[in-house]
Nanobody, 119 residues
């Protein structure tokens, strides 16, 4: 059973930085793509960034390109999201998710961690 546990959220001022972590367990993730999603109140959940576990190929939403960096540590089975130059509109609950590479939908989700950016 895949388990994903996020940590690292919190309150930060605009322009500041946070690093989210997601501890993954239950599988060997070499055949998986991992992603970070976020959902703000009243908004749909959106994919912020994704990474192919085996190759570390990455993809980003336009809204975070140049500010956020997704990475993974294979030895620790941990996914990261480094968020720099945070903006008010980055405020949301951030979720870690996983899917098998050949599937289109993310089937495994963490519980989420709140990120609040203040002015």
């Amino acid at each position: 059973q895949v388990q994903l546990v996020e940590s690292g959220g919190g309150l930060v001022q605009a322009g500041g930085s946070l690093r989210l972590s997601c501890a993954a367990s239950g599988r060997t993730f070499s055949s998986y793509t991992m992603g970070w999603f976020r959902q703000a109140p009243g908004e749909e959940r959106e994919l912020v960034a994704s990474i192919t576990w085996s190759t570390s190929a990455t993809s980003y939403a336009d809204s975070v390109k140049g500010r956020f960096t997704i990475s993974r540590d294979i030895t620790k089975n941990t996914l990261y999201l480094q968020m720099n130059n945070l903006k008010l509109e980055d405020t949301a609950v951030y979720y870690c998710a996983a899917r098998l590479r050949y599937l289109s939908n993310f089937g495994y989700w963490g519980q989420g961690t709140q990120v609040t950016v203040s002015s």
